[in-house]
């Protein structure tokens, strides 16, 4: 059973930074693409990063030149660094393994979110 496990969030002032990081384990092997999502309240679920196993990533535009996402292969974890963060930032991030397709219309496999607060 594939398991994805999402830590890192918490509460921070706008400005700050935060890092979440997500690890992925389970019968599949390696993932194909790793990545983060968020829902802020009230809202849809969006796209927020991916990384693919050769380290091609992309972002939403609006966390460009704010947040990186990286990742450790040989450990099936990715982590989403967030600088300059802003209140319209807050939201349950949650993480995504992908082990085929394209990441954001692959099924893949869910972590259960991790809280993360900007206050202004």
């Known amino acids: 059973q594939v398991q994805v496990v999402e830590s890192g969030g918490g509460l921070v002032q706008a400005g700050g930074s935060l890092r979440l990081s997500c690890a992925a384990s389970?019968?599949?092997?390696?993932?194909?693409?790793m990545g983060w999502y968020r829902q802020a309240p009230g809202k849809h679920r969006e796209f927020v990063a991916y990384i693919s196993s050769g380290h091609n990533t992309n972002y939403v535009d609006s966390v460009k030149g704010r947040f990186t996402i990286s990742r450790d292969n040989a450990e099936n974890t990715v982590h989403l660094q967030m600088n300059s963060l802003k209140p319209e930032d807050t939201a349950v991030y949650y993480c995504?393994?992908?082990?085929?397709?394209?990441?954001?219309?692959?099924?893949?496999?869910w972590g259960k979110g991790t809280l993360v607060t900007v206050s202004s």
């Open positions: 389970g019968p599949t092997g390696s993932f194909h693409a």
């Open positions: 995504k393994a992908v082990t085929s397709g394209w990441f954001r219309a692959a099924a893949g496999y």
